[in-house]
């Protein structure tokens, strides 16, 4: 998938970024506030309003509970509730919503790279 592999280059220009910035004694107090609060925001990417399909207040595409006992945690619960069903009627939906999530992902990881590269 061109979308991970972009990601990818995006976390790693960020991991750059960052150790630069931090060598070089550009990150402060001053501006540590900023960049935590684009952290942060960096899981709300995988956050989908449809949610999933075995309950819609189960908003996140990164991890869920499981819908059997509600105790262990499903890693891409999308995928795993449909391989739990043995189905492929949803995937199409599925891989657009993940596409769209790592999209975000990575446009927020690029916002965070540029900001250390301009400190």
Request: glycine share 4%; no cysteine; aromatic share 10%.
């Amino acid at each position: 998938m061109q979308a991970v592999a972009e990601l990818k280059q995006s976390a790693t220009a960020y991991q750059q970024a960052l150790a630069t910035a931090l060598q070089s004694g550009k990150l402060n107090k001053k501006n540590a506030p900023e960049l935590n609060k684009m952290l942060l925001a960096l899981e709300k990417s995988f956050i989908d309003a449809k949610g999933m399909a075995y309950g819609n207040w189960y908003r996140s595409l990164y991890a869920s509970p499981d819908p059997y006992s509600g105790y262990a945690s499903w890693m891409l619960p999308g995928y795993q509730y449909e391989a739990s069903l043995k189905s492929t009627a949803n995937l199409p939906d599925l891989d657009s919503r993940y596409l769209a999530a790592i999209r975000s992902l990575n446009e927020k990881v690029l916002a965070l790279e540029k900001k250390l590269a301009e400190k």
